[in-house]
């Protein structure tokens, strides 16, 4: 019998790459998305992929009813959460909005799963609810300091991961945090790929706009920070290299069940509950320029730029120490900067010829 497994945000940038390699490992999956940052399109790429159309629901998580009429018609053995906004910037202008959107309707999932017994759950958090005490972050731990987030949208994820502990403590969840840094690059097949409504808040999508003359230049926002160039440092993991991560997580949560079944026939323990918390980076970082360069190489001219000053909230240096997913996981990258570029490109070229 095959396992169902309800992926939040399925049609977003990650979740629909996470849609692809779910059902590759022979998983029934069904979506769940508002396409308040993606388009219905996406479910046909998808489809032509995988030769198979998930069901898909259209529904915003505040729609609590909606939520319990979904999962009163499936049985679900876990849930991989995706949906939720995440551009920083727009979360220091709009913060009701982020509060409402990623808590609140977190809140209505987590009920709903509780109601229907739906006990496992991979949780897409962020390197943003790190405690950064200085522009310069190299080697960012799981034990390192969580919390006084520097924005909104960091502030969310920090209080998901805190309802996952109740639900552990307390409701014996099987909970694994997964803790992104700069998720960059497309499906190989060139049909799936970064595409936010609107103007791209994060760095290669704009880079990928002004290489198909959609945008007029890239704007580098700063280039004096005390880094290998001045500009800023981001540890960008490849989005099939990040999936990859969540596929080895479920294994893990997969794992704990089996687990407490052997564990009830020696003892009934009263909670079984599992939490755990791992960084998916690469474990370096690329500054700006370099970005820059290795996508010149990629298109073939130079794509413009000029340094602006820097964006507010922005830091120097972020990048992660991946090696407890490498250890415990059995999990690390593959992809390099250039492919994940490559496979960018590809996409994009391919949504110009469309448009
Ligand atoms: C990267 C670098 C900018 C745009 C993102 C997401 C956040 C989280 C972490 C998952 C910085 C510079 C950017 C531009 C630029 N992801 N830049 N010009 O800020 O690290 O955060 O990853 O949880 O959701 O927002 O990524 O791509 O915005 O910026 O110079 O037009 O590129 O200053 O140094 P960031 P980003």
Same mark, same amino acid.
């Given at each position: 019998m095959k396992k169902t497994i309800l992926i939040t945000g399925g049609l977003g940038y990650i979740g629909s790459h996470a849609v692809i390699e779910f059902v590759k490992s022979g998983y029934e999956v069904v979506i769940i998305d508002n396409l308040s940052n993606t388009n219905i399109g996406v479910l046909d790429n998808i489809a032509k992929i995988i030769n198979y159309k998930p069901k898909f629901y259209e529904i915003n998580l505040i729609n609590?009813? =909606?939520?319990?009429?979904?999962? $009163?018609?499936?049985?679900?053995? +876990?849930?991989?959460?995706?949906? =939720?906004?995440?551009?920083?910037?727009?979360?220091?202008? @709009? &913060?009701?909005?982020?509060?409402?959107?990623?808590? #609140?309707? %977190?809140?209505?999932?987590?009920?709903?799963? /509780?109601?229907?017994?739906v006990r496992n759950i991979?949780?897409?958090? $962020?390197?943003?609810?790190?405690? #950064? @005490? $200085?522009?310069?972050?190299?080697?960012?731990? /799981?034990?390192?300091?969580? *919390? !006084? %987030?520097?924005?909104?949208?960091?502030?969310?994820?920090?209080?998901?991961?805190?309802?996952?502990? !109740?639900?552990?403590?307390?409701?014996?969840?099987? #909970? &694994?945090?997964?803790?992104?840094?700069?998720?960059? +690059?497309?499906?190989?097949?060139?049909?799936?790929? /970064?595409?936010?409504?609107?103007?791209?808040?994060?760095?290669?999508?704009?880079?990928?706009?002004?290489?198909? *003359?959609?945008? $007029? /230049? &890239? *704007?580098?926002?700063?280039?004096?920070? !005390?880094?290998?160039?001045?500009? *800023?440092?981001?540890?960008?993991?490849? #989005?099939? !290299?990040?999936?990859?991560?969540?596929?080895?997580?479920?294994?893990?949560?997969? @794992?704990? @069940?089996t687990k407490g079944k052997m564990e009830k026939k020696k003892v009934e323990s009263k909670n079984n509950g599992f939490f755990e918390t791992f960084n998916l980076g690469v474990g370096k970082g690329v500054s700006v320029l370099e970005m820059i360069n290795i996508a010149n190489k990629v298109v073939g001219k130079d794509i413009p730029y000029t340094i602006k000053s820097r964006r507010s909230g922005d830091l120097a240096i972020v990048y992660s120490d991946s090696s407890k997913a490498n250890k415990i996981l059995g999990w690390k990258t593959k992809i390099s900067t250039m492919e994940s570029i490559e496979n960018s490109w590809k996409f994009y070229k391919k949504l110009k010829i469309k448009d």
């Open positions: 609590k009813t =909606g939520l319990k009429n979904i999962f $009163s018609n499936h049985n679900f053995d +876990g849930v991989i959460h995706f949906a =939720g906004l995440k551009a920083v910037g727009e979360s220091c202008k @709009n &913060i009701g909005l982020y509060h409402n959107n990623n808590i #609140v309707g %977190t809140i209505n999932l987590f009920e709903t799963m /509780e109601k229907y017994g991979i949780f897409s958090s $962020s390197a943003t609810v790190y405690k #950064v @005490n $200085s522009e310069i972050n190299t080697g960012l731990k /799981e034990t390192n300091l969580t *919390g !006084d %987030t520097s924005n909104p949208y960091g502030t969310t994820k920090f209080v998901i991961e805190q309802l996952l502990k !109740d639900y552990k403590n307390h409701k014996s969840w099987k #909970v &694994i945090n997964l803790r992104y840094f700069n998720p960059i +690059g497309a499906h190989t097949s060139g049909l799936l790929g /970064e595409n936010p409504n609107g103007i791209p808040n994060n760095l290669l999508p704009y880079i990928m706009k002004v290489a198909t *003359g959609e945008l $007029s /230049e &890239i *704007g580098v926002f700063g280039n004096d920070y !005390d880094t290998v160039d001045g500009t *800023g440092v981001r540890d960008y993991i490849d #989005v099939i !290299d990040l999936v990859r991560g969540h596929l080895k997580a479920w294994e893990l949560v997969e @794992n704990q @069940n």
